[in-house]
């Protein structure tokens, strides 16, 4: 065989090797994305949080098509493209606030935190809450060493209600700048992680506050009992006309069926929906930081109508495998209640522990 016969034989394997891996990576990938917009399953639940990033392979595939000549490759990449993005983009793009109102008083600054229960608490994840100067922090997988870490935060946060567990990711905490009124531990199922129920009494009057953690959707019970715990809390805030924040790990993306329906159910809004594409888990694993590309958000800060949501960001890693989100709210409502309601805050200490 003379070299140019083998030269056009290695160049024909060649483009049969980048003709079947394109395919077949197009191919893989649109079944693991449409696993995830399935009604119903485990593998429907699994692969859906990963939504985004199918749609980013799947622009890879049409720009890579396209550079190799694989016209057909391409088209197929670019129908699934634009099919994805019709539901991704809207989910990660910087949007408009809803409620694009003049507040009548100073921003509301909430923060929500998975600390993860095997994380130890750090001086600097403790002086960068201190920094960030939250209204309202929400701790989820609380552990006892957090608590007593946040002592040591009492002249910014005089209130708390905590529910502290060092032996499982039951754990969680709400603290304050203003009195908390009203705490209630609730637990949906047996199996189920509590949640807490408060009102923060604002200068301004009530505002009710969710602090959740829903069971991760590792199988079919647990996926069915987090989506009944968003649905029991969707019918919660939509009963009653006050300001609400529900902070925590909802274990659910923006696309995600249960997330959306959630925001139906309610007429609340994403406070990330000011920033777009945020993305908090995994932030690491075993020290090395992961790629934001390669995380998903499933933290999030929910507000009623009442809020106008004015920035969100996330914060820096401190250890856990979430990172920190905070959101700067706008009250422009109180709702079907007086302005500043004065009422007992829970207990007389800083710390209430049913």
Same mark, same amino acid.
């Given at each position: ?161 905590? #529910?502290?567990? /060092?032996?499982?990711?039951?754990? !969680? ?5 203003? $009195?908390?009124?009203? @705490? +209630? ?103 090395? #930081?992961?790629? /934001?590309?390669?995380?998903?958000? !499933? ?5 009623? $109508?009442?809020?106008? @949501? +004015? ?44």
């Amino acid at each position: 065989m003379t070299s140019t016969a083998q030269a056009s034989a290695t160049q024909r394997a060649a483009n049969g090797f980048i003709t079947v891996g394109l395919n077949a990576l197009l191919v893989g990938v649109a079944v693991f994305y449409c696993l995830g917009r399935a009604d119903g399953g485990q593998m429907s639940t699994l692969s859906a949080p990963w939504a985004l990033q199918c749609w980013l392979a799947f622009v890879a595939i049409l720009v890579m098509g396209m550079l190799f000549g694989r016209w057909r490759t391409s088209l197929a990449a670019s129908l699934l493209t634009l099919w994805s993005g019709l539901v991704v983009v809207p989910s990660v793009l910087p949007q408009p606030t809803v409620h694009a109102r003049d507040t009548f008083s100073s921003p509301v600054r909430a923060m929500s935190i998975n600390v993860n229960l095997r994380n130890a608490p750090s001086p600097y994840a403790l002086q960068w809450i201190r920094n960030e100067r939250p209204d309202v922090l929400a701790l989820i997988e609380m552990s006892t060493p957090w608590r007593e870490a946040m002592a040591g935060l009492a002249d910014d946060f005089p209130y708390a209600y905590t #529910l502290p567990d /060092s032996a499982t990711a039951r754990g !969680i905490g709400l603290y304050s700048r203003y $009195p908390i009124v009203d @705490a +209630l531990k609730e637990t949906t199922c047996l199996e189920c992680q509590p949640l807490i129920e408060a009102s923060i009494e604002h200068p301004l009057g009530l505002v009710r506050v969710f602090a959740i953690h829903p069971l991760s959707p590792m199988n079919d019970e647990r996926t069915q009992w987090r989506d009944a715990e968003l649905r029991l809390i969707a019918e919660r805030c939509a009963a009653v006309n006050v300001p609400t924040m529900v902070l925590g790990d909802f274990n659910e993306t923006p696309y995600g069926s249960a997330f959306q329906d959630f925001l139906k159910q309610t007429g609340y809004t994403a406070a990330r929906s000011v920033e777009g594409f945020s993305p908090t888990w995994p932030a690491q694993h075993d020290g090395i #930081l992961i790629p /934001s590309v390669f995380r998903i958000p !499933i933290d999030h800060i929910v507000v009623s $109508p009442h809020f106008n @949501a +004015l920035a969100f960001e996330v914060g820096p890693p401190i250890g856990s495998d979430h990172l920190p989100i905070v959101a700067q709210l706008g009250l422009v409502s109180m709702g079907d209640q007086p302005r500043a309601t004065t009422r007992a805050a829970v207990g007389t200490s800083r710390s209430h522990n049913p």
